[in-house]
């Protein structure tokens, strides 16, 4: 069964940057899309931003303008940098691979922006 491994999350200040991988742990065929969601104590777990097979991306509007995501289509490999974090923007931060019949997530890894 394959894996998404997600690597990146930490703790930053306000203000600082993370970047997010996530990469499978064998082939994954026709994907459609990929992406990133976050979930906060207390939160539903919402879409933070999202790119399909042709490279359009879109964002949550709460981080248009901070955040961008890309996809190296050769490894199956999405990103999420995140720049100008606010403590807002911590979470647990979820990705995801979508092909023609599965769908698959990440474990999630933390994302803490504190002083």
């Known amino acids: 069964q394959v894996q998404l491994v997600e690597s990146g999350g930490g703790l930053v200040q306000p203000g600082g940057s993370l970047r997010l991988s996530c990469a499978p742990s064998?082939?994954?065929?026709?994907?459609?899309?990929m992406g990133w969601y976050r979930q906060a104590p207390g939160n539903q777990r919402e879409l933070v931003a999202a790119?399909?097979?042709?490279?359009?991306?879109n964002y949550a509007d709460s981080v248009k303008g901070r955040f961008t995501i890309s996809r190296d289509n050769a490894k199956n490999t999405v990103y999420l940098q995140m720049n100008s974090l606010k403590p807002e923007d911590t979470a647990v931060y979820f990705c995801?691979?979508?092909?023609?019949?599965?769908?698959?997530w990440g474990q999630g890894t933390q994302v803490t922006v504190s002083s």
């Open positions: 790119i399909t097979g042709g490279g359009s991306a």
């Open positions: 995801y691979v979508r092909s023609r019949t599965t769908t698959y």
């Open positions: 064998g082939s994954i065929f026709s994907i459609y899309g």
